[in-house]
């Protein structure tokens, strides 16, 4: 993949606040490669100022904002949005704003990247630079509270109301923590893909070090990284679907009692059951209707290119063995049918059977080119129990199904008390038990989390208080559940 170069301001704004503090470093103010870097920065800032007095772009729960509103990172910017958080985070301040200037020079942009610089050498970075650019245009962002906006748009009849929302933020460190491993994961297979199809040798460790990151999380507290992966909010399908797969196989296979080395054994297999679909044509990969016979013979290569892809890493090859199953055979079926064809008579692996439920629910769930608005959990969940026993294994998926829910974390539920609710906690073990959600409250002109309800009470003759009508993905109504819930 040649390099893909941003074209948005905001994203170029980003990458310029990475790139210059090393150019600056190594190049004289009057270098040709500087000052054109340094006037893209300016351009960047000026084309957003013509819009917006002031520029905060601001890191929040692992997370870039600009202004109030959280960016979602293409696949040309995971890269740099991860890189620009871990350089906030080592310097321990949230992010930078930028004030309007008239007829920026180059001088004030060098300045203060050198202090970015500078501060990274004082005992109190965030509060040295602070002070330091107290009087500048550009400042650091030290204060913690941020409240963020959200459009909420209930689209189901048509009828969107655009109200905002606003949330208190919190700090919750195990969720940080669980979204930086999902972050980083996400960021290691966009490169790993990249350099991939450059050709250039891919070792393995890296990846071994993000899932083993996130079994640690997982062993710790399965819910949050299994939100991470139900309640989706990165735009990149092919990566989130990669990471997304990974997680919802070791959440499987811990619940199955695996043991961790073999939890990251099936990450790392969940993570590259993809990996060929490098080798299919992009404009396949980004069809939005319906393959003709010849495409869909193409694209049914991807499980074999993945075996291809994998083999070509850096790696042990007794690992490489054991991480090539899952890939090959996560869409034959239990019954063999699916592809690749061959005459085989041999079951199906574990991790190949575990990897398939994962795939199938997480491309079940995911807006695609072809069908943008997803389908609810249990639609999905539905449509999997009826290829159960063919597709797909029926005890695993039992416990898969007990696993994130009929109602998982971050449904919105529809209430026959006209009540909408966000699904914060389902009860563990019980397929069809009712969820704790949290009320969504219209509050003037927001609409607010309001108090946590138990969807399984009853009143004294025993009716249930509430009953859940209709269930939407979040998406449908332009909200993200990660924002409310994590
Ligand atoms: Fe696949
Ligand atoms: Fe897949």
């Given amino acids: 993949m040649s390099e893909l170069v941003p074209t948005k ?38 084309a957003m100022w013509a819009d917006m007095s002031e520029i905060a ?30 350089l906030l985070d080592a310097r321990g301040f949230f992010g930078f704003r930028f004030s309007r200037k008239e007829d920026l020079t180059d001088e004030d942009i060098v300045q203060f990247i050198r202090k970015v610089n500078q501060c990274q050498s004082q005992p109190e970075p965030a509060q040295w630079l602070e002070k330091e650019l107290a009087e500048s245009w550009a400042k650091p962002i030290v204060d913690q509270d941020f409240k963020i906006a959200f459009v909420f748009s209930p689209s189901a009849d048509g009828k969107a109301t655009g109200r905002p929302l606003v949330w208190n933020s919190g700090t919750r460190t195990l969720a940080v923590k669980a979204r930086k491993s999902y972050s980083r994961a996400l960021a ?49 399908y092919t990566c989130t679907h990669c990471v997304n797969v990974a997680i919802l196989s070791m959440c499987l296979g811990r619940r199955l009692g695996l043991s961790k080395i073999a939890v990251v054994t099936l990450g790392l297999a969940g993570l590259f059951h993809d990996l060929g679909k490098v080798d299919v044509p992009i404009d396949l990969i980004r069809k939005t209707t319906k393959f003709t016979a010849e495409e869909y013979e193409i694209v049914k290569n991807h499980s074999l290119y993945s075996v291809c892809r994998i083999l070509q890493i850096n790696a042990d090859h007794k690992l490489k063995a054991k991480l090539v199953v899952a890939p090959f055979e996560h869409h034959l079926g239990i019954d063999l049918a699916g592809y690749p064809v061959s005459d085989r008579h041999v079951p199906l692996s574990l991790f190949g059977r575990i ?132």
Avoid at 61 to 81: A, E
Wanted: glycine share 4%; hydrophobic share 45%; aromatic share 6%.
């Fill in 57 to 86: 772009l601001r890191a929040h729960r692992g997370r870039l904002y600009l202004n109030q509103q959280k960016l979602s990172p293409g696949p040309t910017m995971v890269i740099t949005v991860a890189k620009l958080l871990e």
């Fill in 9 to 46: 301001p905001v994203d170029i704004l980003a990458q310029s606040l990475l790139r210059l503090p090393q150019l600056v470093k190594i190049h004289q103010p009057n270098n040709k490669i500087f000052v054109e870097n340094l006037k893209i920065f300016r351009e960047a800032l000026n």
């Fill in 188 to 236: 290691t297979v966009t490169g790993l893909q990249d350099r991939l199809m450059e050709g250039e040798n891919v070792n393995i460790s890296k990846s071994r070090r993000v899932v083993q990151d996130m079994v640690e999380s997982l062993f710790q507290e399965e819910r949050l990284l299994l939100n991470l992966s139900t309640i989706r909010d990165y735009d990149d």
């Fill in 355 to 486: 990897v398939a439920i994962a795939d199938h629910y997480d491309a079940l769930t995911s807006s695609r080119s072809y069908r943008p608005v997803p389908m609810n959990p249990e639609q999905a969940l539905d449509i999997m129990t009826s290829i159960s026993g063919r597709a797909l294994d029926p005890l695993l998926l039992k416990v898969f199904i007990n696993m994130v829910g009929i109602y998982p974390i971050g449904t919105l539920l529809v209430l026959d008390t006209k009540e909408i609710a966000i699904v914060a906690e389902t009860p563990p073990n019980a397929i069809d038990a009712r969820p704790m959600a949290y009320l969504l409250n219209k509050d003037s002109d927001f609409i607010i989390k309001g108090e946590m309800i138990n969807i399984s009470d009853t009143d004294e003759n025993g009716n249930f208080l509430r009953n859940i009508l209709r269930c939407f993905h979040p998406a449908d109504f332009g909200l993200n559940a990660a924002d409310i819930l994590l």
